[in-house]
């Protein structure tokens, strides 16, 4: 018979008390207090902290705490993300996120769903995994819902809500999150141009 959070990580409704995942939240909470009392992986025991925390890819993470997540162990990095101020990942599902993925201040990243019948919502929930690109740039406060898929090199809008798939590629803004128009070798040359940072267009 399957455990609850094995239920959890297919994808079927479970039961978030039970003591199992009660006790594995415990655990992403400690570590989370404790490495939002460094300064991230610029100190020798934050980057043991990350490394503890995530699944894959604390030895190579930047971090700016404060960051939140539920359980950690189901969030998967590639080389050398980062996250800036107050991101939050609900990792009820598995998260994967490519390398060089740049998070601006106060993304979410949201897995954690719940059935719209009011009394089964009362005891169980489910999950749908999300998984970003490797080059992706997303915006300060955007919000990426359960079970999206953004593709590698998408830029994703300062406070857009992504509630579907974006491709690869794709300069992508709004609540909800619409395609607007490719990234084409222009955008490169404009920023080189004007001696700007990524976040000084508006974006993170």
């Avoid at 925390?53 to 998967?76: A, N, W």
């Avoid at 857009?160 to 490719?182: F, K």
């Amino acid at each position: 018979m399957a455990t609850e959070r094995e239920k959890m990580l297919s994808g079927e409704l479970y039961d978030p008390l039970d003591p199992e995942l009660v006790e594995a939240r415990n655990r992403s909470a400690r570590l989370c207090q404790a490495l939002n009392a460094t300064l991230g992986e610029q100190e020798p025991e934050g980057r043991r902290l990350l490394a503890e925390l995530f699944g894959r890819g604390g030895d190579t993470v930047r971090m700016q705490p404060p960051f939140y997540c539920d359980y950690g162990s189901h969030i998967e990095l590639g080389e050398s993300v980062f996250f800036n101020f107050n991101c939050v990942v609900l990792d009820v599902a598995q998260v994967r996120i490519g390398d060089f993925t740049l998070l601006g201040p106060g993304v979410h990243i949201y897995t954690a769903t719940h059935p719209f019948e009011a009394k089964l919502r009362r005891q169980q929930e489910f999950a749908r995994p999300v998984e970003i690109g490797s080059d992706v740039w997303i915006g300060g406060g955007a919000i990426i819902c359960p079970g999206v898929t953004i593709g590698a090199k998408a830029v994703i809008g300062a406070g857009s809500v992504v509630t579907r798939d974006i491709p690869e590629g794709v300069l992508a803004a709004g609540n909800p999150c619409r395609v607007i128009r490719p990234i084409e070798q222009r955008d490169g040359e404009a920023v080189s141009h004007e001696q700007g940072r990524p976040h000084d267009h508006g974006f993170d």
